[in-house]
């Protein structure tokens, strides 16, 4: 959520900046200023109510003291005009400020100065490509037949179990899928990240702090009898960790590590962009997340990439990497750099990971601060990156590494499989 202090100095640049990411925030700016404006107006009203119904208060005593009933009656009088007036001034103050908030919640995060304009995924730029140029045989095979002809995936077990977009791991396929699990974990955690296994249910606060409340309710599970949301990705959990949260200036930075499935919707998803693997209900997610000072924030972004891009060179897969543009960041972040992984079979690239700077936004929400040097209490800045998602990776390790007979395990996963191909 960006801060009032920020509307309120500065509305040009947030309405400018805004419309990066095709938000017309003019509206809603206005209306922030309007009602804030307001709420000053009503606080000064107020405080003047306050001082008149103490000095009215004072005089009571005073008159019964002289045996003025009369005029102590009408002080009396007097106060309870002045209660009730303030009563109602608190009723229209709350009323101001809840309708201030619903506003708030409104506009997106702020892009920074590195992201440039655009409608869509069309306009991401592609600001590094690496990885080997898949070799496939003769014949080769998109992964949703490679699992059914090595029975390692079954789909369709999945839907008579739950529905579309919940798989059955099979045999070496569950075993691989472990085993990616245990490698990122291990990889993360050699990085300095503190692993963590938090809840895969969470309350409305939790949705909040993070940003897909109010905002994504349409793709997030939820149990109504308790009012819980299932995850969909581990940074709602993690990121809430520091929820209400007030860091000293030595206990930066914060770094943590979460496995954990994760549940989406996915409303609307239709088309062979979504068959097999490549567009889920349920998968699994390992996460990284940092809490840092905003000064060291974008330091923090280049090696969490970083870190990202090392996972997949070792699994030896063509990749790219993308700053994606303001009409396809999400509502949250301030900078978004995806990966995705070349699918040959396929003919197209998978995203398998995001890695964002949220800046102030959801330190915002979370009310998460710290104290710096000179005592003074200031937002901190939040990062999230996928280290990775299972189901694409999944999906070009498939693919790429098929040979004549058998899938080819990458070397670095044999330690965590216990062999060395699928066939």
């Not at 974008?298 to 993308?322: C, F, P, Q, T, W």
Request: glycine share 8%.
């Amino acid at each position: 959520m960006l801060t009032l202090k920020l509307i309120q100095d500065n509305p040009e640049y947030v309405i400018k900046k805004l419309a990066v990411k095709n938000f017309d925030a003019r509206e809603i700016v206005e209306k922030v200023i309007a009602l804030d404006r307001n709420r000053k107006s009503l606080q000064q009203e107020s405080e003047a109510l306050l001082s008149q119904q103490k000095k009215a208060a004072a005089a009571i005593g005073a008159l019964m003291k002289e045996g003025k009933k009369e005029e102590a009656e009408a002080a009396k009088a007097e106060v309870a005009t002045l209660k009730q007036r303030s009563t109602d001034l608190l009723a229209q103050a709350d009323a101001n400020n809840e309708q201030l908030q619903g506003l708030l919640v409104l506009l997106p995060n702020i892009p920074c100065d590195l992201v440039a304009p655009g409608k869509g995924a069309e306009d991401n730029e592609v600001v590094k490509m690496g990885g080997p140029e898949p070799q496939l045989p003769q014949g080769a095979l998109p992964h949703w037949d490679l699992a059914k002809k090595y029975d390692i995936i079954d789909f369709d077990l999945g839907v008579k179990i739950t529905g579309a977009g919940f798989p059955v791991y099979k045999g070496k396929g569950a075993r691989l899928q472990r085993a990616l699990i245990n490698f990122f974990l291990d990889r993360n955690t050699a990085a300095g990240y503190k692993e963590v296994e938090p809840p895969v249910m969470v309350n409305a606060a939790s949705g909040f702090g993070t940003g897909q409340l109010p905002d994504k309710e349409g793709q997030m599970y939820f149990a109504p009898l308790d009012g819980f949301y299932m995850v969909p990705t581990a940074e709602v959990p993690v990121t809430n960790i520091y929820r209400d949260v007030i860091l000293s200036a030595d206990q930066f930075p914060q770094k943590l590590t979460a496995y954990t499935p994760c549940f989406r919707r996915e409303a609307g998803s239709y088309g062979k962009d979504v068959r097999g693997l490549n567009r889920l209900h349920q998968f699994d997610k390992v996460e990284i997340v940092r809490i840092e000072k905003p000064e060291n924030s974008y330091a923090a972004l280049d090696e969490m990439v970083a870190h990202v891009e090392s996972l997949v060179n070792e699994l030896g897969l063509k990749y790219r990497i993308l700053r994606l543009c303001g009409g396809d960041m999400s509502f949250t972040s301030a900078i978004t750099y995806d990966f995705e992984l070349w699918s040959a079979a396929q003919g197209r690239w998978l995203e398998i990971s995001s890695v964002s700077n949220f800046e102030s936004y959801q330190a915002n929400r979370l009310k998460c601060r710290y104290k710096d040097e000179s005592g003074k209490t200031q937002l901190v800045h939040t990062l999230n990156g996928s280290s990775l998602a299972l189901p694409r990776v999944v999906a070009a390790l498939l693919e790429d590494n098929q040979k004549e007979g058998y899938i080819e395990i990458p070397e670095v996963l044999r330690p965590y499989t216990g062999f060395d191909r699928i066939d």
